[in-house]
């Protein structure tokens, strides 16, 4: 017979290890605490840049904005490039926390992850946050109600 303590850790050890990691787990995981990806309850992303001193800065977009094909890794720069779908510019709002500003652009810039060299998996890990956030957005069509007659 278990123990009722060991009892409790083989469970949790049961559902924790058939989880599947989240999008925004991925990219927070390959970016290591320099930069922190969510999703708020407004299906914006929010981007924090974070260094020793605290977060630096803040990107948000709506997601439904952002252009997954626009996603790629620049080695003249040494960072991954997102910016805004066709007849949504401007679609990033950019806050620099030290400098008290605030910024529309059509263009971000993140840091390249040291562990991802040519960029590729976190551009990957970006176009999943971005298309499954996206398909989970889409307007579900309703089936339509047969009138009755009185």
């Known amino acids: 017979m278990l123990r009722p303590l060991a009892a409790v850790a083989i469970m949790c050890l049961c559902t924790t290890s058939g989880r599947t990691q989240s999008p925004t787990d991925a990219l927070n995981g390959l970016f290591a605490g320099s930069v922190r990806f969510r999703i708020d309850d407004q299906d914006r992303v929010v981007?924090?840049?974070?260094?020793?001193?605290?977060?630096?800065r803040q990107?948000?977009?709506?997601?439904?904005?952002?252009d997954p094909a626009t996603i790629r890794f620049d080695p003249e720069q040494d960072a991954l490039l997102m910016g805004c779908r066709t007849g949504h510019e401007r679609c990033f709002t950019?806050?620099?926390f030290r400098l008290s500003a605030i910024r529309s652009t059509s263009w971000i810039q993140l840091p390249r992850p040291p562990e991802d060299p040519a960029?590729?998996?976190?551009?990957?890990?970006?176009?999943?946050?971005l298309g499954l956030n996206a398909a989970a957005m889409e307007p579900r069509e309703t089936p339509e109600v047969p009138q009755r007659m009185k």
Do not use: C, N, S, W
């Not at 981007?47 to 630096?56: P, Q, T």
């Not at 990107?59 to 952002?66: M, S, V």
């Not at 976190?122 to 946050?129: D, F, I, Q, S, V």
């Open 59 to 66: 990107d948000q977009a709506p997601l439904a904005h952002i």
């Open 119 to 129: 960029g590729a998996a976190t551009a990957e890990a970006l176009r999943a946050l």
């Open 47 to 56: 981007i924090d840049f974070l260094d020793r001193g605290g977060r630096y």
């Open 94 to 96: 950019k806050e620099v």
